[in-house]
């Protein structure tokens, strides 16, 4: 019964380079959750997702930040021209409808 | 004034210890109340979820929730080493259907 799955779990980038952070929710979720960790700050939320739909993408910068969940595959988060202030850890989490939460471990990134 | 408050610690305290964790939040449409444990470079794992004022126990965690307060806390009876991580109040409005905050987090230090 694997958990969240997330890909990479450490990613190097160069500024203005792109960085694709990949999810796949828990096996019966439909929903999936994005959030970001930056340095001594709490969790943020930034996108919620159900299959081939944004629902809630409020927590998302208005520039360079898109989110996927197709129909097939796993969800993406794209960064287009990292900057150094996009370096932190983030988190994927999947739920079934209208359930807690559960978290994958992460993908760290850092822009030089 | 922030949605959550939770004092970031760290909280060090003596193994077999009873340890309290406190959160406070201004929003009263807030209704769902979970508890994550984050240990370093890992994902929030969630602890305890609860969407009534009261009690809940589970093994040596009990949440408490207080919504005339605003006021949630988690006690942790017999702490152990291994309960040394940064604890997450988490809150929502509609489950697990949408976006989560998060308050900073509270480094616990359980010493043996």
């Known amino acids: 019964n694997a958990g969240v799955m997330q890909n990479p779990r450490h990613l190097v980038r160069r500024r203005g380079q792109e960085a694709r952070l990949r999810c796949s929710p828990m096996?019966?979720?439909?929903?999936v959750y994005w959030y970001r960790q930056l340095p001594e700050e709490g969790l943020k939320f930034m996108v919620y997702?159900?299959?081939?739909?944004?629902?809630?993408e409020s927590g998302m910068p208005k520039e360079r930040f898109s989110a996927e969940f197709p129909k097939e595959g796993p969800s993406i988060l794209r960064i287009q021209q990292v900057v150094r202030g996009d370096s932190a850890a983030y988190f994927c989490?999947?739920?079934?409808?209208?359930?807690?939460?559960?978290f994958g471990p992460g993908t760290r990134l850092l822009v030089l | 004034q922030k949605e959550v408050e939770q004092d970031p610690g760290p909280l060090s305290v003596p193994e077999g210890a009873i340890v309290s964790l406190n959160c406070t939040y201004s929003?009263?449409?807030?209704?769902?109340f979970m508890w994550y444990r984050q240990y370093s470079r890992k994902g929030p794992e969630l602890l305890m979820y609860?969407?009534?004022?009261g009690n809940k126990e589970d093994g040596r965690f009990t949440a408490q929730v207080d919504k005339s307060s605003k006021y949630i806390s988690l006690f942790i009876r017999d702490s152990q080493p291994s309960d040394s991580a940064t604890y997450l109040c988490?809150?929502?409005?509609?489950?697990?259907?949408?976006?989560?905050?998060f308050g900073k987090g509270t480094h616990l230090i359980i010493q043996p």
């Open positions: 989490a999947s739920s079934a409808s209208a359930e807690t939460q559960y």
């Open positions: 096996k019966g979720h439909s929903h």
């Open positions: 997702l159900q299959k081939e739909n944004i629902i809630d």
């Open positions: 929003n009263s449409a807030f209704q769902y």
């Open positions: 609860t969407y009534s004022s």
């Open positions: 988490a809150i929502a409005s509609g489950g697990g259907a949408d976006g989560l905050t």
